[in-house]
């Protein structure tokens, strides 16, 4: 994985001189990761399991964040035909979180996609 630097030039004026001066600037590579599941004890279990084998191999790691619970709900009549006042109500519950691994390491990624997590847990994984 080969990296690029390019230099940002930068103008400082003092009173006497103006003085130029060049900072490199690295582009900084970013592993977004978002994990779903309807359960939210086993979402924080995979979570965890995901934020220890990325500090094990020395990865700077940002979060958990937790983001906004999608709810789904749902009516339904209990009856096929008749009685419209009875019904029953359903919800499904999507619990999310968002983990940033900054400038991971190929032993880093390698890792995280050997990795097995519970049934019921969705990855997304995007390289930002």
């Known amino acids: 994985m080969a990296t690029a ?10 009173a006497k001189t103006a003085k130029t001066v060049e900072v490199p600037v690295v582009p900084e590579h970013k592993l977004r990761i978002r994990v779903r599941a309807y359960e939210h004890k086993v979402l924080d279990l995979s979570v965890k399991q995901i934020m220890d084998t990325a500090e094990r ?8 964040v ?15 035909f008749v ?14 979180r968002l983990i ?9 990624v390698e890792a995280l996609t050997n990795l097995s997590l519970p049934s019921g847990v969705t990855i997304d ?4």
């Open 5 to 14: 630097t390019t230099k940002k030039t930068t103008t400082r004026k003092t």
């Open 57 to 64: 191999l020395d990865a700077q790691v940002v979060g958990p």
């Open 66 to 80: 937790p983001l906004p619970t999608e709810v789904k709900r749902w009516t339904v009549n209990r009856s096929t």
């Open 83 to 96: 009685h419209k006042n009875a019904r029953e109500q359903f919800e499904m519950r999507i619990h999310k």
């Open 100 to 108: 940033d691994i900054m400038n991971p390491s190929q032993k880093v």
């Open 125 to 128: 994984v995007k390289m930002v």
